[in-house]
Nanobody
Framework: VEVSESGGGEVQSGGSLRLSCKTSSYAFHNYCMGWFRQVPGWAPEAIAARASDGSTRFAASVKGRFTISEDPGANTLHLEMNNLKSEDTSMYYC????????????????????RGKGTQVTVSS
């Protein structure tokens, strides 16, 4: 299953960015999908998850600032990031996997098998 991210870039503190994650139609409609981020030398941090029923969950570090939107026609999941902070600077990855018996929550995202190559987000103060 191919997963590919796009939309990263540099933004000033307080600004917004939208990341996109494109995958196959079957994966988009049936898989748990999510986002995690990682700074080199640090452990990855799972931040958001979207279940196949469309429900979403967010880590405390981004809740209230990040949301998920969908473009089903393009098999694309978007991570809408608002009020960005310098600590949001990281490489962002999308992940997906078929997990019908496991809750699709941020804590599960790091175990999802299919991942993209990542897109860099830099927030400058």
């Amino acid at each position: 299953v191919e997963v590919s991210e796009s939309g990263g870039g540099e933004v000033q503190s307080g600004g917004s960015l939208r990341l996109s994650c494109k995958t196959s139609s079957y994966a988009f409609h049936n898989y748990c999908m999510g986002w995690f981020r990682q700074v080199p030398g640090w452990a990855p941090e799972a931040i958001a998850a979207r279940a196949s029923d469309g429900s979403t969950r967010f880590a405390a570090s981004v809740k209230g600032r990040f949301t998920i939107s969908e473009d089903p026609g393009a098999n694309t999941l978007h991570l809408e990031m608002n009020n960005l902070k310098s600590e949001d600077t990281s490489m962002y990855y999308c992940a997906a996997d078929y997990r019908p018996t496991v809750p699709c929550v941020p804590e599960a995202v790091l175990s999802l098998a299919y991942r993209g190559k990542g897109t860099q987000v830099t927030v400058s103060s």
